[in-house]
């Protein structure tokens, strides 16, 4: 007696219709953050570098802070959580 079997193509068309839906942990506006925080710590860096002068308050001061504060942005874009959809 011959068995009869599915083609593979309805059985993958079955497959795939109840597949359900990757869910991503980040949204588009978190990679979004997270390359603006890339540009400012890449930026505070720069300052940083600055001129030779080693005790200018550019390298000192202010160039740390816009490396923190880019660390900042990407801890917030890390934790910023999704909209809701309704």
Known sequence: MAKTTQPAAKTAAK??????????IFDK??????????????????LMSGTTDIYSTTKIVIAPIVVLGGFGIGFYA?????????
């Open 78 to 86: 890390i934790l910023k959580k999704k909209p809701e959809a309704e």
């Open 15 to 24: 497959t795939s219709a109840n597949a359900t839906p990757v869910k991503f």
């Open 29 to 46: 506006s978190n990679y979004t953050w997270f390359i603006i925080s890339i540009a400012v710590v890449a930026f505070g860096f720069v």
